[in-house]
C-alpha cells in the first residue's frame, strides 16, 4: 500500500493559511496534519476549535488531529463536530486509554495515539487491536523544525512485531525532523505515515517537496 505524506499546518504561515490549505489540497499530499497545544501538556500553545473551524471549511483530505493536551476525553464529541477524522491522543495524557479510544471509536472517528520519544512502545499492546494510527514522536512535542531523534526506527521496528504479533491493522506515523534524508528509512523499518511540518513548509516550493517526499517514501 502506498505510504502516505502528512504536512504538518503548524508550520504553515497563519496570515495566508488558505493559500496553504490550497496548496496542500492541490499537491500529491494525503493528510493535514493539525497540532492542538494547550501550554501544559506541552510547554506551547498553537491554536484550538476557531482555527480547526476554519481549516476545516478549505481542507479537501483527510484530517488528522493530534491533541497534545491534558485530559484529551473532555474534547472527543467536539473534534468529531468539527470533522475531525483520526484523532490522536497522547499515551501520557490518558489515565484510562482504553476508555478513551472506545470513546473516539464511538464519536466514528479513527483512533490515534501518541508517543513520546520516552514511552516504550510496549506500553501499548494491551490496545493495539483498538489502536488505527500510533505517532511515534520522533522529536519532544511542543515545537516544530526539532531535529530528528535517531532511537525512532528502532522504536518503529518494535512496534511493528506488536502489530504484527496480534494481526492489527494499525498504522505507524513519525512526526518530528523527517525530512527526504530519513524518509526511506524509516519507511524501511516499517512506517506507514510520514508528518513532515518545517521540510515542507520553509522550502522554496512546498508542493514540489510534498512530491518528492511522497517519492522518495514510496521508492
Ligand atoms: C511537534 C508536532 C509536529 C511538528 C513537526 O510537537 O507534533 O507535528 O509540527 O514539525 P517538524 O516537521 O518541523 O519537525
Ligand atoms: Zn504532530
Known amino acids: 500500500m502506498s505510504k502516505l505524506i502528512a504536512p504538518s499546518i503548524l508550520a504553515a504561515d497563519f496570515a495566508n493559511l488558505q493559500r496553504d490549505i490550497e496548496m496542500v489540497n492541490n499537491s500529491e499530499a494525503d493528510w493535514f ?32 488531529v493530534h491533541l497534545m493536551i491534558t485530559q484529551p476525553e473532555r474534547y472527543i464529541e467536539t473534534f468529531a463536530a468539527l470533522g475531525t477524522d483520526n484523532l490522536t491522543v497522547h499515551y501520557e495524557a490518558c489515565t484510562h486509554l482504553h476508555r478513551t479510544l472506545q470513546a473516539i471509536k464511538n464519536a466514528n472517528m479513527r ?8 514511552t516504550n512502545v510496549s506500553l501499548l499492546e494491551d490496545v493495539i487491536t483498538e489502536i488505527d494510527l500510533v505517532c511515534i514522536m520522533s522529536v519532544n512535542p511542543g515545537f516544530g523544525g526539532q531535529s530528528f531523534i535517531e532511537n525512532t526506527y528502532k522504536k ?45 513548509f520553509k522550502s522554496a516550493n512546498p508542493s514540489e517537496t510534498i512530491k518528492h517526499l511522497k517519492e522518495t517514501a514510496n521508492a
Open 156 to 200: 518503529i521496528r518494535q512496534l511493528k512485531e506488536i502489530i504484527l504479533d496480534n494481526n492489527a491493522t494499525t498504522q505507524i506515523q513519525i512526526d518530528g525532523g523527517v525530512t527526504d534524508k530519513n524518509a526511506k528509512q524509516l519507511i524501511d523499518a516499517g512506517a506507514d505515515v510520514l508528518v513532515a511540518g518545517s521540510y515542507v
Open 111 to 118: 483512533t490515534g495515539v501518541a508517543l513520546n520519544p520516552h
Open 33 to 64: 496534519h493539525i497540532d492542538i497545544m494547550d501550554g501544559v501538556f506541552v510547554p506551547n500553545i498553537s491554536f484550538g476549535m476557531p482555527v480547526l473551524e476554519a481549516i476545516n471549511r478549505h481542507a479537501g483530505k483527510v484530517i488528522d
